[in-house]
């Protein structure tokens, strides 16, 4: 087996109290069965202290308020401070690290929800690099995975963080070349999947791999366009998103409408989205959110390794679970749709904020999203159906909003 990790991974230390957004509130905290039958044994005062503050039926912790009822008012866990670390459920024990298991492989990475892990993510100058290390064991999980086509995907996604790591491009060429590669990819995706075991290997995995290494080593701009340009007849041939979706701003627009739509999992989130509406698009015309919006990106210039940094967490979470769907295209437009909503939400802070927006900022958009999106599955797969299914996603409309 291969355990793959992000160099700065072992790194990570939980700051307790002094964390500005802590994860002790604003989601609900599943516990695993083996800690519930924990719960259930103890005995005496810290049994009905513990059992007090647990939904048994729905297998989390109570609250109050937002807040895990096990919160105190110094920001410190009531079961670590009277009970120990060992009294922890498995969330809790290893939020904000994450683990996602392919076959022989196992990828480790640290969420941008938790502050601590978004400013080791984001605050680095540095290009990303990951560390790989094998052990002799086969995974239980091993015919769960096609390995040929994890093997593609992950010389596709190895590709798409060459492309990423670019820097002598700016960061949105880069961008248009991760869409396009998606794009150009999908159909042979979809064809692999369909096709017995011998074609996969001799015809069409070879036809993926060709796509990918064509699309990294010509001209992003006119093959691209081309590219996508059955994506644009379809934008057209629909007169509804044509006219409403117009432009940037009005697709941002919608794509903030979405979010709305979604569960939310932190009560402020409908007030920051709305906020973040009335800056960027009311009562704002299109020629003024442009020339905000290149302002902003010419401020950000000697800072877009931090948009950098966010595309490839999002790519390294999300982009191999196409092993199993294989929808690689909609793991792609994901991990760009956040990248661009974070940024949306970091110009509206910057505009509110008299032009100023530093690194912190940053780490705090990144982690407000990403509570909203990443601590609820129904968020996560209610927008990878919009990806899919819905015409506003489409690359030529999200090229648009690059």
Known sequence: MDYRMPSYYNEFKCIADKCPATCCAGWAIVIDDNTLKKYNALQGSHGEFVRGNVDFKEQIFKRNGEDCAFLNKNGLCDLITKMGDEMLCNTCRRYPRHFEEYGNLVEAALSISCPVAAKMIIDNPAKDKFL?????????????????????????RKKLFEIMSDRDISINARLEKVISVGESIQPSIYKYSRLGLKAKIKKHRDEILDKVKEKCTTSHNNKMRNMIARAKALHESLPEVQEKQGDRQGLMNSFMDMLLGLENINSDWPELIEDIKSTLYQNVTVEEYNRLSMEFEAYMKDREYEYEHIMNYFLYTYFLGGVYD???????KMSLLSTLIIREMGLAHWIKNNKEFCVEDNIRMSYLYSRQLEHSDDNLMSLEGLLVAHPIFSAYNLLKAI
């Open 132 to 156: 790989i290390r094998h052990i002799d064991k086969i995974s239980p999980r091993e015919k769960e995975v096609d390995p040929y086509l994890l093997e593609t995907l992950l010389f596709v």
């Open 326 to 332: 294989y929808n690689v295209q909609a793991m792609v």
